[in-house]
């Protein structure tokens, strides 16, 4: 079984469960993935499925990479990642597939991706810093404070937390549960949020830490 696929996150939303609770969930699209490459023990010295996400045009992939998609008869992607899959004799170079073909209602699903940029910003944005007084004439309202020493050691130690850069980061929300499946469309619904923006690539892997329920 392939143990991960890529999507497209639409947006969030909510739906009514069976007892009437409110659900918080995420809409993700993976309905558009194509099995590009098969990766062998014998070969590669493990099995794996590369997945592609996203066609696109022949004018804009380079040579080699027309020649790749060609091996496997379909149109190049945009995005490309390597799951892991026990049975890979189970899967055809060229074949589609689908979040809803993998998981089901019930299964719990680690969920990657990049952030939303935040670009440079200080540590009360950055790192949850409280700030100083902000009554009148306290200088001292979002600034980061006292970060070392004068004589000894006279440095600043590393590690301490600065402003700069946030955001736009890999990050995976795990042990997300799927509430919903729509197969018709190739959407599938987690409760909870997944990192990145409206419109970013996520990868969608069975949980580690988790066992599904069937």
């Known amino acids: 079984m392939l143990e991960g696929i890529l999507g497209k996150k639409i947006g969030m939303t909510h739906i009514f469960s069976s007892d009437g609770a409110d659900v918080p969930v995420t809409v993700i699209k993976t309905g558009t993935c194509y099995i590009v490459q098969k990766k062998t023990l014998d070969k590669e ?10 066609e696109k045009k022949d004018e804009k992939v380079n040579k080699p990479l027309v020649g790749h998609f060609k091996k496997a008869n379909i149109q190049p992607c945009y995005h490309l990642r390597e799951f892991r899959c026990a049975d890979i ?28 940029g935040r670009g440079f910003t200080g540590v009360v944005k950055r790192w949850s810093f409280s700030g100083g007084a902000k009554s009148h004439g306290s200088m001292f309202n979002r600034a980061p404070g006292s970060i070392g020493s004068s004589s000894d050691p006279s440095k600043t130690y590393k590690g301490h937390k600065h402003p700069g850069h946030y955001g736009n980061e890999r ?44």
Request: aromatic fraction near 6%; charged fraction near 25%.
């Open 45 to 54: 010295g493990y099995n794996a499925l590369q997945i592609g996400f996203c």
């Open 89 to 116: 004799d189970a899967y055809n170079q060229g074949q589609k597939v689908s979040g809803s073909d993998i998981f089901k209602v019930g299964d719990f699903v680690d969920v990657s991706g990049r952030t939303k």
């Open 171 to 214: 990050m995976t929300a795990e042990n997300l549960q799927v509430v919903a499946v729509r197969l018709e469309e190739g959407i599938i619904l987690v409760k909870g949020a997944v990192p990145g923006p409206v419109n970013g690539i996520l990868e969608v892997k069975r949980s580690v830490k988790k066992a599904s329920k069937r």
